[in-house]
Structure formats: C-alpha cells, structure tokens
C-alpha cells in the first residue's frame, strides 16, 4: 500500500492523558498536512508542513497540541491533557509541490475518543 | 458566514439517476476547487480538481466551477449504489495549502 498511513487506527484515552499519533505520507510527498474531523462535519486545517517545516497553524491547534516533521518524512501529532472536546478523528494528507498543482491525498484517519 | 456552504443532505436518488451536487463560497480569492468522496468512518478520497472555471469530465463524474457566483458543482451520471458516500467539496487560495471544506453532502442511491 503506498497511500497515506496512520497509527493508530483508533485510540480511547482518559481525560487528561496525553496522546501521539503518526503519520506516514506517499513517499515522494514533501507537504503534508494534519486536519480534525468531527460528525457530520469537513474536516477542518490543523497545520501543514513543507519538508520539515511548518508551514502554517491554525488557532484551533491550541498550546495543548503539537505536531513535528523532525526530518521531513513521517509526522506525530500531540495531544496534551486530553479533554473530551478532543474527541474526533485526525487526519493526515500529503502532497507533491512540484512544477504545478498537487491536491492533497488523505489517510484513514485516527479516530480519537477521550472517555 | 461559512466560507464554504454545502448542503448537508441525505440526498437519495434511484440507481442510474444524475447526481448533482453543490457548493457555494464566498471568499473570491479562492482558486483551486476540489472534490473528495468519503466513505463511513474513511478518510476523504480525492475525486477531481478544476483550477479554472467551467467543466472538467472524468468518466461518470464533472466538475464545474463558475467563479463570477462563486458557485461549483459535481454531477455524477448514471449514480450507482457504490456511490453512496458523502461527497465534500474543499477549495483554497493560490500560494497557500489550506484547505476549506464544505460540511458534506451525504448521497444515498437506492438500488
């Protein structure tokens, strides 16, 4: 499979615990992209990167979250002190910036329930 | 205001029906137009993509942008049950990479 991966697939925390998840872009990709998605919602723009870069964030990402591209391939996302409004799933994208338009490809997703 | 709009749905339609799907905006420097399809609990898979208004064709599935309404569509010809899905369309401004989605349109085609 040489889509986008994320680990875990699921992931139940207690309030308050702290979080990681991973993601692993198509090889090639040197943007790559983390987005929040609730029910019945579009998933919305948490952060992206360009190689190791950060790029952009948005202010949902609060101080209690934190993402890292340590050398421009795969990505962790943090959480910090979980609270139940965390409760969601987290996507991952990537994206060739090259000569033209790339769009972005996304993950599965981790679906993220603070209990 | 939502700068994207998209009506949530369900929308259901008989097998082999045209689908039309639709999504209003109102940031007018946005120039790239995507379209996505999720299934449950999936992430989203991307479908097209139009950088300029007018139509774009890939087999069952057109995507058509009309930037002076600010307006775009997908049709999907000849639906099928395995198009059940929710359908998200997402847009973004020149030089930068974020992304605004609508809400989705949740698409049921009864076979």
């Known amino acids: 499979d040489t889509g986008v991966s994320q680990d875990p697939r699921h992931k139940i925390t207690k309030r308050g615990q702290n979080v990681t998840f991973r993601c692993d872009p198509i090889?090639?990709?040197?943007?790559l992209y983390w987005y929040r998605q609730t029910l019945g919602q579009g998933p919305e723009f948490l952060t992206y990167f360009q190689n190791e870069a950060q790029l952009e964030k948005s202010r949902l990402l609060s101080d209690r979250f934190s993402a890292e591209r340590p050398k421009g391939s795969f990505s962790t996302l943090e959480i910090q002190r979980t609270e139940q409004g965390d409760s969601a799933m987290y996507l991952c994208a990537s994206s060739l910036a090259g000569t033209g338009p790339s769009e972005a490809f996304f993950g599965q997703g981790t679906r993220l329930t603070v209990v | 205001q939502k700068e994207v709009e998209q009506d949530p749905g369900p929308l259901s339609v008989p097998e082999g029906a045209i689908v039309s799907l639709n999504c209003t905006y109102s940031?007018?420097?946005?120039?790239?137009f995507m379209w996505y399809r999720q299934y449950s609990r999936k992430g989203p898979e991307l479908l097209m993509y139009t950088y300029s208004s007018g139509n774009k064709e890939d087999g069952r599935f057109t995507a058509q942008v009309d930037k002076s309404s600010k307006y775009i569509s997908l049709f999907i010809r000849d639906s099928q049950p395995s198009d059940s899905a929710t359908y998200l369309c997402?847009?973004?401004?020149?030089?930068?990479?974020?992304?605004?989605f609508g809400t989705g349109t949740r698409l049921k085609v009864l076979a």
């Open positions: 090889s090639e990709h040197n943007r």
């Open positions: 940031n007018s420097a946005f120039q790239y």
């Open positions: 997402a847009m973004r401004v020149s030089g930068t990479y974020k992304y605004i």
